[in-house]
């Protein structure tokens, strides 16, 4: 399957960069594997801004986002989810500011319980890059709305990177912020017990029903035409499926043996988040009686088709 992703990015690091009008970013100097050019920093308004996903706790980032809000207020720090490339900040910025941080709960708030269970029963691993610190000053539900001046946000919870995910639709723009649950450049990583693939398999197709078809990105530029990234995730992760079932079909495995088979192609780098894809899709796979493993279920166990 052909992949729509767009690698050419290349932002200014620190640097203001306007998007239309109301609406600017900066981009955190935390380039990596899993974070492909930087965590995006939104700023939306004029006079009185919210900053959607301030970011890594980072000295250089902080007086960069200072910078950009000079002259205007921080009425709202608004955060999608608690990854440490994405909410840390916002308590920081929070206390110089005043502004009150507003997410959908902790870290796991949102968890489903299928995912509760088998995180206290078996050994999942897991928990890569999770801010444990992270509570909002206002919790906002599924639905909810967000106003500041000139704009409204409304909350839409699409657990499945992580289960306390958001993702916020500007009103009136036809425009999403989206998070780490859609982007342009990459898959997301799904890594249980905090990422659950039922979970974000179900919220792609919740943005499916909605009309927004731009979305600002946690990581990378712009994504236009944002419903034709929906569907190709949703076929992208059936396609993965159906290579799980066909490798188990021949012989069990391990998350180790299928991660080698299936991502031949990709960079070493990244076999460890692909591993946890794999995981995540063989979670979803038990629970819906497809596959079992040979004892006790865990991250190390080989899997069988039922």
């Keep these: 399957m052909k992949t729509p992703f767009h690698t050419d990015h290349h932002p200014e690091i ?86 009150p941080v507003y997410g959908f709960g902790p870290a796991n708030a949102g968890r489903s319980k299928v995912m509760e269970r088998l995180a206290a029963a ?29 704009w409204t946000l409304e909350a839409i919870h699409t657990p499945g990177h992580l289960s306390n995910h958001l993702c916020f639709a500007w009103q009136g723009q036809g425009a999403l912020f989206s998070g ?22 179900a919220s792609l197709r919740k943005l499916q029903r909605r009309p927004e078809d731009t ?16 569907d190709y995730l949703l076929a992208h992760r059936l396609e993965r ?3 799980i079932r066909a490798a188990l079909a021949r012989a069990p495995q391990t998350v180790a043996g299928l991660t080698q088979q299936m991502y031949r192609d990709v960079d070493p780098r990244l076999h460890g988040a692909a591993a946890r894809n794999v995981l995540a899709h063989l979670v979803d796979l038990y629970e819906r009686g497809i596959v079992a493993p040979l004892g006790d279920f865990s991250a190390t166990a080989r899997f069988r088709l039922t």
Aim: charged share 20%; with cysteine.
């Design 122 to 150: 078996a050994p999942l691993g897991g928990g890569e890059g999770i801010d444990a610190d992270f509570t909002p000053d206002i919790t906002v539900p599924d639905g909810g709305l967000i106003r500041g001046e000139g």
């Design 215 to 230: 979305y600002y990105c946690g990581h990378g530029a712009v994504l236009e035409g944002a419903h034709d990234m929906l």
């Design 241 to 243: 499926e159906g290579q």
């Design 14 to 99: 620190g640097v203001v960069e306007a998007l239309r009008p109301g609406l600017q970013v900066v981009t955190a100097p935390n380039a990596g594997p899993m974070t492909f050019t930087g965590t995006r920093s939104y700023l939306l308004g004029d006079r009185e801004v919210a900053v959607i996903d301030p970011g890594p706790k980072d000295a250089a980032h902080l007086a960069a986002l200072e910078r950009a809000l000079e002259g205007r207020r921080l009425g709202h720090i608004i955060v999608t989810h608690a990854h440490i490339d994405h909410s840390p900040l916002a308590a920081v910025l929070s206390a110089r500011t005043g502004a």
């Design 180 to 201: 780490d649950h859609v982007m342009g450049w990459a898959s997301t990583l799904v890594s249980p017990p905090d990422g659950d693939l039922t979970a974000f398999m």
